[in-house]
């Protein structure tokens, strides 16, 4: 079983996708639950303490926006401990935690940069691309196995 | 440890949200139900959420979908009723993929040959397009 990190990081399609074919797939939502239900929250509502700040600061330089480090104390963390990805194209609805576009090209390079074996797709407008899509997923994670 | 899952159910498939929540409610397992507009929220033991999600994708293979949150149900943080209405910022991402969910589950439940699409244009690569100036200016 291989941790494949998904992007756009909080997609249903390929979280479900990577999980139901045997693999752990890494994604922010994870990340939130973590510093969300952790018992002794110190600064609510999402428990941000100052050590966050800090796993951002190994992947953006101080002076880069607060957003993108917050994003990338989530995110960051998850791509050091991913095996393998799949990347689909800016699909343009993104919003929440993978609502910025400065971000996402930072995850984007980060991943590619990591030298893991990455899977780039687009959404699918039909059903032949839905099965393509599909298909080259599917072949993609056994091929880690 | 507490896990948060979304249920959704595709939105051509014959299984409603009340369906799953039934078949939860009908099960031996201690999770937390709640039905939403697209599917369920379910919370529970870690491993408690694995086996109920394998019990409710055998309802329908191809057309539920599985999705973590981080948030738990009811979350005064998240829930709208709590903060004065408006979809919280997570479901616009679900609003979206659900359109195209139909298609997915078609595709999972599809057997047989793959269709060979024609290749999409790429853009001129820069070398290429370096000879080609090259080539008009010599």
């Not at chain 1, 995850?107 to 298909?135: C, M």
């Not at chain 2, 440890?1 to 498939?13: D, F, G, H, Q, R």
Request: contains cysteine; aromatic residues 4%; charged residues 25%.
């Amino acid at each position: 079983m291989a941790k494949v990190i998904v992007y756009p990081p909080t997609s249903m399609i390929l979280s479900d996708l990577v999980s139901r074919m045997g693999h752990k797939a890494l994604v922010v939502p994870e990340a939130v639950r973590n510093l969300v239900t952790e018992s002794k929250i110190q600064s609510p509502p999402l428990n941000m303490t100052p050590e966050e700040p800090k796993k951002g600061l190994r992947y953006a330089a101080v002076d880069v926006p607060s957003g993108v480090r917050g994003r990338m104390s989530l995110i960051g963390p998850i791509i050091e401990e991913s095996e393998a990805a799949i990347i689909v194209e800016d699909p343009g609805w993104l919003t929440g935690c993978s609502g910025c576009s400065r971000t996402n090209e930072l995850v984007r390079l980060l991943i590619r940069t990591k030298g893991i074996p990455v899977l780039d797709l687009s959404y699918p407008t039909n059903d032949d691309e839905a099965r393509v899509f599909v298909q080259k997923i599917r072949s993609f994670l056994e091929g880690l196995n | 440890m507490l896990v948060t899952k979304y249920v959704i159910t595709s939105p051509e498939s014959n299984i409603l949200p009340s369906d799953i929540a039934m078949k939860i409610y009908g099960s031996k397992h201690d999770v937390t139900v709640k039905e939403t507009c697209m599917g369920v929220t379910i919370n529970g033991e870690e491993s408690v959420i694995d086996e109920v999600v394998k019990e409710i994708r055998s309802l329908d293979p191809a057309g539920i979908f599985i999705k973590d949150r981080g948030f738990p149900p009811g979350d005064p943080r998240r829930c709208r009723g709590r903060r004065g209405g408006g979809a919280r910022p997570g479901f616009y991402m679900i609003e979206s993929e659900c359109k195209i969910l139909p298609m997915i589950s078609r595709a999972l439940a599809a057997e047989g040959d793959v269709p060979s699409l024609p290749e999409k244009k790429r853009p001129l690569p820069p070398g290429r397009l370096e000879e080609i100036v090259k080539e008009g200016l010599s």
